[in-house]
């Protein structure tokens, strides 16, 4: 078989960081909040990495890749008062979004 043509191609560059949505992200933590992250990207079937942190440790939440629903319901064991959430989302191109908020835990 000879090959005449090579058909057509298409060729796209991802700049594009992924997206984070609030859906539910109460500013108050008791020892078992309830929290719910969207995550999605513009380029579909680009897998996505996340690592979320309260201050410096890691926090382990569960991933729905029907929905893109980052979620987190079971106990803390934090000292109370002030702490930063940090979540850092990459697709598999490399392009990162962050987002960091003060939360208080009771």
Known sequence: ARCEEFGTFLLMADTVAPSITLARFPLKWSDQPQVAILITDNVEGNPLTYSTYLGTTWIPMAFDAKNDLLSFDH???????????????????????EFKRKISIQ
């Open 75 to 97: 106990k803390i064991s934090f000292t109370p008062g002030e702490h930063e959430f940090r979540l850092i989302v990459e697709d598999g191109r490399k392009n990162k979004a």
